[in-house]
C-alpha cells in the first residue's frame, strides 16, 4: 500500500488523503508490536501514520486460538505507543 500512495497526505480541513493503512494482524504481545513498528519505521517511512488501538476484543470463535483469544492489556498499550515514539513514528491513539 505504501509504495501505491505514498506517506500520508492532508488537505487543507487536515482530513487524510492518499494515505495507506497497514493493519498487522493481532500483534499483541510487545516483542511483536515492536518488530512490525521497527519494520514500519524502517522499511516503510517513519512518516507512515500510525493508530494503536486497544479496543480489540475475541468475538466469536476467537477465544478459542491463544494468539488472540484476550483483549490488549493497558501495560501492552502503552508499551507499543512508547515503542513507536522510540522509533519516531508519527500517528495517533485513541486513549
Do not use: W
Not at 475475541?58 to 483483549?71: M, S
Request: aromatic share 6%.
Amino acid at each position: 500500500m505504501h509504495r501505491q500512495v505514498g506517506d500520508l497526505k492532508t488537505d487543507s480541513h487536515g482530513i487524510a488523503r492518499g494515505s495507506s493503512h497497514s493493519t498487522p494482524g493481532h500483534a499483541r504481545r510487545v516483542a511483536s508490536s515492536e518488530a512490525v513498528l521497527r519494520f514500519i519505521a524502517e522499511e516503510i517511512s517513519v512518516h507512515t501514520y500510525v493508530n494503536i488501538m486497544d479496543q480489540y476484543r475475541p468475538e466469536y470463535h476467537a477465544c478459542e486460538h491463544v494468539p488472540i483469544n484476550r483483549r490488549v492489556t493497558h501495560k501492552e498499550y502503552v508499551e507499543a505507543t512508547q515503542i513507536a515514539k522510540r522509533l519516531q513514528l508519527t500517528g495517533d491513539s485513541d486513549s
